[in-house]
């Protein structure tokens, strides 16, 4: 059957179908189904019960679920971490005090090859043994016992049990306790001159921490407080939970056969002079196989597989795997090439995730975003940029904001269940070090503006103290209150009307103006200070950081998804002009937003959670509504776009693409209302869908059920109007000739739909002189052109492969240090000169607009490697901001001597197209 099929493992390469079980007997492993999403299994943890599916959609790095081609989830088995997570999910030092990990994360695949996360997993009344709470799956009444169990004392253990779980207990504390002295004593080596500032996990595994004792989060500067290997003191209490004994194997650098990994190992570490700093320390040929924004040291590495996993899985590069066997078995980067000489991108990815600084960063990023004054916005240019220097040694500029690492991970927000909350806690450390510079703290007096309606921006504000309100500006750029009261229009200067109070948001909501910086579009409504107010400042690539912890993501959904609702409502031409007042209006997004769908036992929790969302996201080729179907929602496009087709003569033919505001699935709905319904065309008078919608890309809805639906369309009979007379309107588009259906599926084909800034090149005009990519290359002054006289064609013109000013841009997404972006009131996106060249934006991008070119420097010099030298950069189409006018043309279409050139936004070509096929056939 079908719904039998078993899928793929997420990982290429993992381990065989068959094993064996406890009694040495051959069994097979197979891959959970999408049947089991509904077999609901309750167990036990340390004597807690807690209910969990048998298996779990696969997600992403930010908590995106896998989809298979046909759009269904792809499943996973849920295990024994997952459900102590369910019940300590939010209280992380709790859940690594029960079941450490090491070698596993949240967002990467569970390989279970460090085994400190083992657990004792009783089957009936025989002790199975030591089991890894990562990888082993759950089973109906099981009762898991971690390492700090009190069994004596707990009501809840089975007697049966009781006596084995005693004697077991003890031997998961033991077995973890010498798997993590072995490794201490092998890896866990001071090499790194800045080891007091990383979080070195194995070291907080090995060493004493107030985690034992169940308090509060622990100090940065308390997590750091071992020595060198050999000289370690520890108590018998032992480490973060695991009580590792005092070293027993007195291992040291010179003491290894440093010919034993020619290839790998790095050459005897060097002493660190007296005054010699990092930069000084680290530029020697003593580390050979580091690459120029990351050292490499192989002695440190435990094989957690790890930076594997991010490299491959995360960030799709495939660089890092494994090399040799047996004991000379190591990572290795291509085909154990030296990291620098790799294809290496030096994204940090596997640096950020490494646990025991076996990976380490040589420098900061040093953005180069932010001003010098505090106060000025960060699209202001009249202010010069702040100079951060690279240099872990050097500090931040004084009386810049700019947090360094330390203050950054200690940050404390309070959510709206009035919890303490450490939005970069679960941030790896050396990410924070890679980053500082990322966050600044901003004081804003009340009635300051904090962001402005109708900019570009990629930061969000955290607030710690204060309320701000949301505002929209009227045409004369006026603040006007604009929260609660949706879709009011400007009110005219004349009127005297008193204006509805506007939202206001608390330090409870967290964080405001992260819509905008998420989905690289215009902030929508202007933030302004109702207080004093204390607020956070965070770059984009710190927030996708922060989605990657459940527990974080959890709180974060909390407050995004209704805001997300209220926004796309507001903003919605349905209901923009009728005549109701401000409470009817009210109403009607009250009635809306409060409807959610019952629980309904017979569907998995993950679905039962995603039918109660209101805004669900759509993955590029998923189909939303197919016609001929039952009619059940009613949807709001918030974010992205859509496709929608029809069936002609038994093919498939596109009648529309809709983008952020469109709706659709009110045809169907209108079934509900029989006398609404005669003034629908006959073929369309059923309550079923008229065209299949099909996402472009991900696309983000708001989806409103029919059940919330109709009470509102009954008491507001002007609403039904307007929706009756749109949905005519939009059944006439339907029928359109063949050419305006060819160019309409070229329009999708090209992905014009994105486009908001377009080359355009009249090929009847044009005669190949290459003017205007020498106009680009030369008036940016490094001789790069920032376009391609080639790509697709729409009749007589080219869309020269240049940036199109994309409505939903791509490339902005995953950059690991914020160098791409938009800013102010331009559609040009900007590439900083912090740029590290990891290439994820060119990746990106689907229609080749962004290359990466030499930047000419060296990494070597004498012989010596050197840092921060990045021998590539990613150049893009900036539209020449700075070097026309606004109102100028860019270069390309001013260098053009036969007028050949054009920018055109997507409509403007569909039009001209149109035009010219439609002269041909009344000539024809």
């Known amino acids: 059957m079908a719904e039998e099929r078993r899928v793929r493992s997420q990982r290429e390469g993992s381990d065989s179908d068959w094993g064996r079980d406890d009694d040495d007997l051959v069994k097979r492993y197979e891959d959970p189904t999408i049947s089991q999403f509904r077999d609901i299994v309750t167990m036990r943890v340390d004597g807690i019960e807690v209910t969990i599916p048998r298996a779990v959609p696969m997600t992403d790095a930010q908590g995106n679920i896998l989809l298979q081609p046909d759009g269904r989830p792809i499943p996973r088995w849920s295990t024994i971490y997952d459900?102590?997570?369910?019940?300590?999910?939010?209280?992380?030092?709790?859940?690594?005090?029960?079941?450490?990990?090491?070698?596993?994360?949240?967002?990467?695949?569970?390989?279970?090859?460090?085994?400190?996360?083992?657990?004792?997993?009783?089957?009936?009344?025989?002790?199975?043994?030591?089991?890894?709470?990562c990888m082993h799956r759950?089973?109906?009444?099981?009762?898991?016992?971690?390492?700090?169990?009190?069994?004596?004392?707990?009501?809840?253990?089975?007697p049966k049990l009781k006596a084995g779980l005693e004697e077991w207990i003890p031997k998961v504390r033991k077995s973890t306790q010498i798997l993590t002295e072995l490794l201490a004593g092998e890896h866990l080596r001071n090499t790194s001159p800045r080891h007091q500032l990383y979080r070195n996990e194995l070291e907080r595994l090995h060493t004493p921490s107030p985690l034992l004792?169940?308090?509060?989060?622990?100090?940065?500067?308390?997590?750091?407080?071992?020595?060198?290997?050999?000289?370690?003191?520890?108590?018998?209490?032992?480490?973060?939970?695991?009580?590792?004994?005092?070293?027993?194997?007195?291992?040291?650098?010179?003491?290894?056969?440093?010919?034993?990994?020619?290839?790998?190992?790095?050459?005897?570490?060097?002493?660190?002079?007296?005054?010699?700093?990092?930069?000084?320390?680290?530029?020697?040929?003593?580390?050979?196989?580091?690459?120029?924004?990351?050292?490499?040291?192989?002695?440190?590495?435990?094989?957690?597989?790890?930076?594997?996993?991010?490299?491959?899985?995360?960030?799709?590069?495939?660089?890092?795997?494994?090399?040799?066997?047996?004991?000379?078995?190591?990572?290795?980067?291509?085909?154990?090439?030296?990291?620098?000489?790799?294809?290496?991108?030096?994204?940090?990815?596997?640096?950020?995730?490494?646990?025991?600084?076996?990976?380490?960063?040589?420098?900061?990023?040093?953005?180069?975003?932010?001003?010098?004054?505090?106060?000025?916005?960060?699209?202001?240019?009249?202010?010069?940029?702040?100079?951060?220097?690279?240099?872990?040694?050097?500090?931040?500029?004084?009386?810049s904001g700019l947090l360094d690492f330390e203050e950054i991970y200690d940050i404390e927000l309070v959510d709206a269940q009035r919890r303490k909350f450490y939005p970069f806690r679960d941030i790896p450390i050396p990410y924070l070090m890679w980053n500082e510079g990322a966050v600044r703290v901003r004081h804003f007096k009340e009635g300051e503006?904090?962001?402005?309606?109708?900019?570009?921006?990629?930061?969000?504000?955290?607030?710690?103290?204060?309320?701000?309100?949301?505002?929209?500006?009227?045409?004369?750029?006026?603040p006007q209150p604009a929260g609660w009261k949706f879709w009011r229009k400007p009110a005219p200067v004349a009127e005297t009307r008193k204006p509805p109070e506007p939202k206001q948001y608390y330090p409870m909501d967290i964080i405001v103006g992260e819509l905008a910086c998420f989905s690289g579009t215009k902030r929508k409504l202007s933030i302004?200070?109702?207080?004093?107010?204390?607020?956070?400042?965070?770059?984009?690539?710190?927030?996708?950081?922060?989605?990657?912890?459940?527990?974080?993501?959890?709180?974060?959904?909390?407050?995004?998804?209704?805001?997300?609702?209220?926004?796309?409502?507001?903003?919605?031409?349905?209901?923009?002009?009728?005549?109701?007042?401000?409470?009817?209006?009210?109403?009607?997004?009250?009635?809306?937003?409060?409807?959610t769908e019952p629980w309904q036992d017979n569907l998995p929790p993950f679905e039962n959670q995603l039918r109660r969302r209101k805004i669900v996201r759509y993955s590029h080729g998923q189909r939303i509504i197919r016609e001929g179907a039952s009619a059940d929602d009613f949807y709001i496009v918030y974010r992205g776009f859509a496709r929608v087709t029809v069936e002609v003569e038994?093919?498939?033919?596109?009648?529309?693409?809709?983008?952020?505001?469109?709706?659709?699935?009110?045809?169907?709905?209108?079934?509900?209302?029989?006398?609404?319904?005669?003034?629908?065309?006959?073929?369309?008078?059923?309550?079923?869908?008229?065209?299949?919608?099909?996402?472009?890309?991900?696309?983000?809805?708001l989806?409103?059920?029919?059940?919330?639906?109709?009470?509102?369309?009954?008491?507001?009979?002007?609403?039904?109007?307007?929706?009756?007379?749109?949905?005519?309107?939009?059944?006439?588009?339907?029928?359109?000739?063949?050419?305006?259906?060819?160019?309409?599926?070229?329009?999708?084909?090209?992905?014009?739909?994105?486009?908001?800034?377009?080359?355009?090149?009249?090929?009847?005009?044009?005669?190949?002189?290459?003017?205007?990519?020498?106009?680009?290359?030369?008036?940016h002054g490094d001789g790069v052109s920032r376009l391609l006289r080639e790509g697709l064609r729409l009749d007589k013109y080219l869309v020269a492969t240049s940036c199109r000013s994309c409505h939903q841009p791509y490339c902005l997404d995953g950059c690991p240090v914020d160098a791409i972006h938009r800013k102010g009131d331009s559609l040009s996106i900007i590439i900083d000169d912090h740029c590290i060249g990891c290439s994820l934006c060119e990746r990106n991008c689907p229609y080749g607009s962004i290359q990466m070119v030499p930047t000419g420097s060296a990494s070597m010099m004498d012989g010596i490697r050197r840092t921060a030298e990045v021998p590539y950069r990613a150049v893009n189409c900036d539209l020449c901001q700075g070097l026309v006018g606004d109102d100028d043309d860019p270069f390309c279409v001013r260098s053009c001597p036969h007028e050949a050139a054009f920018r055109w936004d997507a409509t403007q070509l569909k039009n001209e197209v149109k035009r010219l096929k439609t002269a041909a056939e009344d000539s024809a």
């Open 703 to 779: 989806r409103i059920p029919s059940k919330a639906l109709k009470p509102v369309l009954d008491t507001n009979p002007e609403l039904l109007e307007r929706l009756v007379a749109m949905c005519n309107a939009r059944l006439r588009r339907t029928h359109s000739t063949p050419a305006a259906q060819q160019i309409a599926a070229d329009h999708t084909r090209l992905g014009l739909y994105q486009a908001q800034d377009l080359l355009v090149l009249d090929l009847e005009r044009c005669t190949r002189c290459d003017e205007c990519t020498k106009g680009c290359a030369n008036s």
């Open 138 to 158: 759950v089973e109906k009444d099981m009762d898991v016992s971690t390492r700090c169990r009190d069994v004596a004392n707990d009501p809840n253990v089975n």
């Open 213 to 399: 004792d169940g308090s509060a989060p622990v100090p940065l500067e308390a997590q750091a407080t071992a020595n060198v290997a050999g000289e370690m003191e520890t108590s018998e209490a032992g480490g973060t939970g695991l009580g590792a004994a005092p070293f027993r194997l007195k291992l040291a650098t010179d003491e290894r056969d440093v010919q034993l990994h020619p290839r790998s190992r790095p050459l005897e570490a060097p002493q660190r002079l007296s005054g010699q700093s990092d930069k000084e320390w680290f530029e020697t040929e003593n580390f050979p196989y580091s690459s120029r924004s990351i050292i490499v040291n192989h002695d440190n590495c435990i094989l957690c597989d790890r930076c594997v996993r991010s490299c491959t899985d995360v960030k799709k590069f495939k660089i890092i795997g494994h090399t040799g066997k047996g004991a000379s078995t190591r990572i290795a980067f291509d085909l154990d090439r030296i990291m620098n000489d790799s294809d290496c991108t030096q994204c940090g990815e596997c640096a950020t995730a490494c646990p025991t600084e076996a990976l380490v960063f040589r420098r900061r990023i040093a953005p180069s975003r932010w001003k010098v004054d505090p106060a000025a916005r960060p699209d202001d240019d009249s202010k010069p940029s702040l100079t951060i220097s690279p240099d872990f040694d050097e500090p931040l500029p004084a009386g």
């Open 650 to 701: 038994g093919r498939e033919v596109e009648i529309n693409v809709m983008g952020e505001g469109d709706y659709f699935g009110e045809v169907a709905l209108l079934g509900q209302f029989p006398e609404e319904l005669k003034k629908l065309p006959a073929e369309h008078r059923g309550r079923v869908r008229t065209a299949t919608v099909t996402a472009i890309g991900d696309v983000d809805l």
């Open 528 to 595: 302004r200070a109702f207080t004093d107010v204390v607020a956070f400042e965070v770059t984009r690539n710190l927030l996708d950081m922060m989605r990657r912890t459940p527990a974080v993501r959890r709180r974060l959904d909390e407050v995004l998804v209704k805001r997300e609702a209220e926004i796309c409502l507001a903003s919605n031409p349905l209901f923009l002009g009728l005549k109701l007042t401000d409470d009817q209006k009210t109403e009607i997004k009250d009635s809306l937003l409060a409807y």
């Open 449 to 478: 503006l904090i962001a402005r309606e109708d900019e570009y921006a990629s930061t969000a504000f955290l607030i710690q103290e204060g309320t701000v309100e949301i505002l929209r500006m009227t045409p004369e750029n006026k």
């Open 83 to 133: 459900a102590a997570a369910q019940i300590w999910g939010d209280n992380k030092d709790e859940l690594d005090r029960r079941i450490p990990v090491l070698c596993h994360r949240d967002h990467l695949a569970p390989v279970g090859v460090c085994r400190v996360c083992s657990v004792v997993a009783p089957k009936g009344t025989t002790i199975r043994g030591l089991v890894p709470a």
